[in-house]
């Protein structure tokens, strides 16, 4: 038997340890609040992250760059840990000041991810870390279209039968990009004669378009009703549709599309900036880097993620595109205010 100062000990002891392990249990979860595309993160890694940190992810979701950007600028940037980003916004969210550093120190996971995705756009090395890569085509349904889609050409100058049967991106840099592309000028043109061609082309076809939004994505899609032939889609998610409907395809035309990167930032005003990075460290761990790229169907910048895919996923060319296939396509540049200007007050005026 032990002596009861002993006793009395242990008894403490226990009841100390049962009040720290019940105030853990208890405690309110540390939130993090999310910009970013919808459909773009695995639950069940979400939830796992959640279980191990005790911490809450809350999604916000934007439809277009576009409209992130005018979300951010609405609160200056503030209200938001994490924010997705294309590639060519990430200098601008630096200049405002919206945006932390980010260092292997911060995120010891960042040295699994491919450098050359972070050395296309200014400040991305240093306040970003890739999360996907991928480009902007078409998607079209085969037994509804009845022919192979090659060209822009095709979305943009399209057959009668096609007549409120086509669905735009509502973004104005996409959409005027495209259509630039489709003339055989550089996407990122800051000719205004090559604007207002790109201009004249998007007028032509506005009969055509049902709809100036982005198409979704799941058994609702009016890809798959069929209410919808063809639309500009990313890649990742004209997989994503095949995998419900067969008979949905994707091309990249042959004069070139976009290729584009998003990455995650971390916003200068969180809270939680500790908790952010904790998070872009356990997303790039190799083996959920994978998962997350196979979850979205979009091609990893995380090379230890890569070896660990499979080569039906590391050969399909809609991911994974030939040098061939891309040699045509360009990526995002930043461009002088007065040929944003342009661009806006045209697409402005389009879907009006």
Request: charged share 20%; with cysteine; net charge neutral.
């Amino acid at each position: 038997m032990y002596p009861r100062s002993i006793v009395h000990f242990l008894l403490l002891s226990q009841l100390i340890l049962g009040l720290s392990y019940s105030s853990i249990s208890t405690a309110t979860p540390q939130e993090l609040v999310f910009l970013t595309w919808s459909e773009y993160m695995d639950p069940e890694i979400v939830q796992a992250f959640e279980k191990k940190y005790n911490a809450k992810i809350k999604f916000v979701y934007f439809e277009t760059d576009e409209t992130r950007n005018d979300l951010l600028v609405q609160t200056n940037g503030q209200g938001y840990d994490l924010i997705m980003s294309n590639g060519s916004s990430i200098h601008k969210y630096y200049k405002r000041g919206w945006i932390a550093p980010i260092s292997q120190n911060h995120v010891p996971n960042l040295k699994y991810i491919d450098k050359k995705w972070m050395k296309l756009f200014n400040k991305a090395d240093g306040y970003s870390i890739p999360f996907f890569w991928g480009t902007t085509g078409i998607a079209y349904r085969k037994d509804l279209i009845g022919k192979t889609i090659d060209s822009w050409k095709d979305l943009f100058q399209p057959a009668q039968a096609q007549q409120g049967k086509i669905a735009m991106i509502r973004d104005s840099n996409d959409t005027i990009s495209l259509a630039l592309k489709m003339l055989n000028y550089s996407a990122n043109s800051e000719s205004r004669k090559e604007i207002k061609e790109a201009e004249a082309l998007l007028q032509a076809q506005k009969p055509f378009v049902k709809k100036y939004a982005y198409i979704s994505i799941g058994k609702q899609s009016a890809l798959i009703s069929g209410d919808i032939h063809m639309s500009v889609a990313y890649s990742g998610d004209a997989l994503a549709l095949k995998d419900i409907d067969d008979n949905i395809e994707y091309a990249l035309p042959k004069e070139g599309g976009m290729i584009w990167i998003d990455s995650i930032l971390v916003s200068s005003y969180s809270k939680n900036k500790q908790l952010a990075y904790q998070f872009l460290s356990f997303i790039n761990e190799p083996n959920r880097a994978k998962q997350l790229a196979e979850y979205v169907y979009c091609a990893t910048p995380n090379k230890a993620a890569e070896k660990l895919l499979s080569n039906e996923f590391l050969n399909d060319p809609v991911i994974y595109p030939s040098a061939a296939a891309l040699s045509n396509s360009e990526t995002y540049g930043e461009l002088k205010p007065r040929t944003n200007r342009l661009r806006n007050q045209i697409f402005s005026d389009l879907i009006q």
